[in-house]
């Protein structure tokens, strides 16, 4: 088979997106929507349409994507990591594409017997498993597992499935085992089978593949691992197909910390204390247990960035910000900044006297830390600070308002003191 054609068009595509950094090409590497891989699984359907027309498909494939990776010297780097990337996303589309658009096919094949992966030899050769089927799905970069969905058998299962999870057949003949080992606990296992059994039921009502689902699966050692579960269903049988999501939802507990995370101070916003501040109310109110603010302001702060500039302004109102957080000790207390020079601290279970305590704590430390300020009185930052605790007839804008009332007469009182709002 002549590859020349789409070996220019791979390196086309390849010479294309290396001119991006590391980084970047690190996230269309991962990003399933990226240009990149829609280029790339445009290129693969017209290479696979043409090999298996010509039958060479096993033979020549594995060697044409190492020739590829040759056309690259030691120092394209982005070029080689970008060969690389492809040639795994090969195995995983071709797997998946054969799949789908060989199921109409009749040819039966003799699968090698690998009896730490399958259940043996004895098992009827079915209408999909052609050879390029039974090579890739001991290739494929990702766990797989075949079951039949008349017996409950697991078929076979991949190198990779063993790699990842520790199981080999012997471990997990059928799918009670699975259920009881991969989730051995009783409350999770029932989500997961009503999830799983619902996403199969729909995949064979519409005809459609089974929608990939978050799962917490135990392995062998005991390790739990987030994957993300989807399947492809054909006659008596699924196959399963199982994507390591660890990653994924790690970047997603990023993204999500960024979004309620104040950049300039590294505590939290304002956002995610009103989100915080509500829970922390309605918690208060079911276990009639008190729930006190504190409202706290830098004194003078406008002054002191006039002075000094907003350089050494944004340095004090990092400093100022940890310095709480630090002084703030317990795990179940929360500090946010709540705008500009003012932060707030939610205190759950704690008294007014409590709250005053726990102020003094903290104006104890941001003296401790001295902050220079030449044009103050007292030659350093001070704080405001305010506080209030919930009655029973108040809601949670109350509790908020009553504490900058507090605030603001700690103000008219000199500044660097604590009020509590009666």
Known sequence: MDYVLYTHSLISLIDRFAVFANDEIDHMVKNTNSDLRTEAFTLFEALYNQSTQDGSLLEELPVFFISLDNKFTAQQTRNKALSAALANWWLEWSFVYSMQAKVITNSPVTVQNITHLTQGNTQPMRQHELSHYANLFTQVPIPLCNVSTVTGDIIRLNQRFVDVFGYTIKDIPNMDTWWLKAYPDPVYRSWVLQTWNTAVEYAVEHKTDIEPQHY??????????????????????????????????????????????????????????????????????KTNSPLSLILIDIDNFKQFNDSYGHLIGDECLLKVAQCISTAVSRPEDFVARFGGEEFVVLLPQTSAAGACNVAQKIQHAISELTIIYDHCFTNKVTLSLGINTRYNQCDHIQLLDGADKALYKAKEHGRDCIVVNQ
């Open 216 to 285: 917490q699966v135990t392995c062998k050692d005991g390790r739990l691992i987030t994957m993300e579960i989807s399947g492809i269903y054909i006659d008596n049988e699924f196959l399963a197909i199982f994507k390591d999501a660890t990653q994924r939802m790690e970047a997603e507990d990023i993204l999500r910390d960024m979004a309620f995370l104040d950049s300039l101070t590294q505590i939290a916003n304002r956002r995610r204390f009103d989100e915080k501040l509500i829970q922390e109310f309605n918690l208060s109110i």
